[in-house]
């Protein structure tokens, strides 16, 4: 017997789409048959993503988003339902990184990092949840699934990545309080935590001889790539997921384990 994951019919919401992680998740489950919402600050570069989807037979619409920004937040997840239709899907993925020593850390940058990676993904969720707990509320058999896009640097602290780390960290937490929460809707929420992963935004990083020194102290010596999530999206993302609820998967080849 065999299984295929079809979204067809379902209505994914992806932040921080316009690149990378944020751009993968978004064409894999276009891939997968869900119309899909992109999301981001980054407008032109989203509609590149969105004709490359529709290239390959895909559909997808674009919202912008500052997930820094309480109204913009509201009016995106608004925007995005008027668009495309009820989100069954959340891909919470939007963040940003900054590699230095905690003593050099400013204000702003203390802001920088936990305004998007931590009170922004925990606003989305939330007016994203609100909309399909009143929906539940109506039918109870629908099922729903919000993905948070945590780190591994969130279960295990990472050198000139203090902040960030705590940031993650936070993630996790707020993952395993809202599959509590709100599980009895039927929302099941949990985390991937990617280890390093070479995208448009790193790859010089790992080029250079300081991410060739970093790569060696990897149990492979190697890095992932966006490809390397595919199958855990899917998964958590799949109704078929239905006892997953609070989880939080590592993906990093093994170096949280070292």
């Known amino acids: 017997m065999g299984i295929e994951v079809n979204f067809e019919g379902k209505i994914a919401l992806v932040t921080g789409a316009s690149s990378g992680l944020g751009a993968r998740f978004a064409k894999v489950l276009a891939m997968a048959g869900a119309r899909v919402v992109l999301a981001s600050r980054r407008i032109e570069r989203l509609k590149e993503v969105r004709a490359e989807i529709e290239a390959d037979g895909g559909a997808a619409h674009v919202v912008l988003l500052d997930v820094t920004d309480y109204a913009s937040i509201k009016s995106a997840i608004a925007h995005a339902e008027t668009e495309a239709g009820p989100i069954d899907i959340l891909v919470n993925n939007a963040g940003v990184s900054l590699s230095q020593n905690l003593l050099d850390v400013t204000p702003e940058d203390y802001a920088y990092l936990m305004d998007t990676n931590q009170r922004g993904a925990f606003f989305v969720a939330q007016e994203t949840a609100k909309r399909m707990i009143a929906r539940a509320k109506g039918d109870p058999k629908l099922k729903h699934r919000i993905i948070n896009i945590a780190s591994v640097a969130g279960l295990k602290v990472r050198p000139q990545l203090g902040v960030y780390s705590m940031g993650k960290a936070a993630v996790v937490q707020m993952t395993k309080a809202m599959a509590v929460e709100w599980g009895k809707y039927g929302i099941n929420v949990n985390a991937i935590c990617p280890g390093y992963i070479a995208t448009d935004v790193s790859k010089d990083f790992f080029a250079s ?19 390397d999530l595919d199958g855990l999206l899917l998964l958590l993302a799949a109704e078929e997921s239905q006892f997953i609820n609070g989880a939080v998967i590592t993906a990093d080849d093994g170096m949280s384990a070292q």
Do not use: F
Request: net charge positive; glycine share 10%.
């Open 209 to 227: 001889e300081k991410g060739k020194k970093l790569i060696n102290t990897l149990p492979r010596k190697r890095t992932g790539t966006p490809e």
